[in-house]
T-cell receptor
């Protein structure tokens, strides 16, 4: 019940295209859903996060879509650039009590020219 | 400008030789985490401190210990490193009482090699 399932494992997108990564969770107590971006040899960096009271959050080229009834959320990267090539992790946690992150398995994104 | 600092960035040790990794933070966050990350995998939580309270994950080997002498510093001790302990070790902090309570800030990691 604590798992967060992430797909696809790897993704190749042409420059300028839309990259879409999906995650699904089981625990309905989760109320914070961040996405982390990690470059090789670096620590994960928070990219964007959403809470279940909204269905979408947009920051620049990055958008989270959230479907509470389906217990799914996804990351959309518009106008994907080679600099977006990295590993992306979705995660989930519960506020005010157990803020430990439950990570998805990660998606290696490659943007080709 | 660095907020979560890890030293060293690269550590090479011999099989069975104790090693200590360090983490410091300038965010004054009350929660600190240690993760182990192996190649192509998600970070795996080893333990965390909520203020001074130590919380060990059930599947963290006894070989791994931690110390938090004050708010700013946290150490990971590996008493007898095995080849399977070669990994990236990530420190993260969280201000559970300030700002966005769930948000975790990660350091750059220490890459541990065991010979």
């Amino acid at each position: 019940q604590q798992q967060v399932k992430q797909s696809p494992q790897s993704l190749i997108v042409q420059k300028g295209g839309i990259s879409i990564i999906n995650c699904a969770y089981e625990n309905t107590a989760f109320d914070y859903f961040p996405w982390y971006q990690q470059f090789p040899g670096k620590g994960p960096a928070l990219l964007i996060a959403i809470r279940p009271d909204v269905s979408e959050k947009k920051e620049g080229r990055f958008t989270i879509s959230f479907n509470k009834s389906a217990k799914q959320f996804s990351l959309h990267i518009m106008d994907s650039q080679p600099g977006d090539s990295a590993t992306y992790f979705c995660a989930a946690s519960i506020s005010f009590g157990n803020e430990k992150l439950t990570f998805g398995t990660g998606t290696r994104l490659t943007i080709i020219p | 400008d660095a907020m979560v600092i890890q030293n060293p960035r690269y550590q090479v040790t011999q099989f069975g030789k104790p090693v200590t990794l360090s983490c410091s933070q300038t965010l004054n966050h009350n929660v600190m985490y240690w993760y182990q990350q192996k190649s192509s995998q998600a970070p795996k939580l080893l333990f965390h401190y909520y203020d001074k309270d130590f919380n060990n994950e059930a599947d963290t080997p006894d070989n791994f210990q931690s110390r938090r002498p004050n708010t700013s510093f946290c150490f990971l001790d590996i008493r007898s490193p095995g080849l399977g302990d070669a990994a990236m070790y990530l420190c993260a902090t969280q201000g559970a009482r300030t700002g966005v309570p769930n948000e975790q800030f990660f350091g750059p990691g220490t890459r541990l090699t065991v010979l």
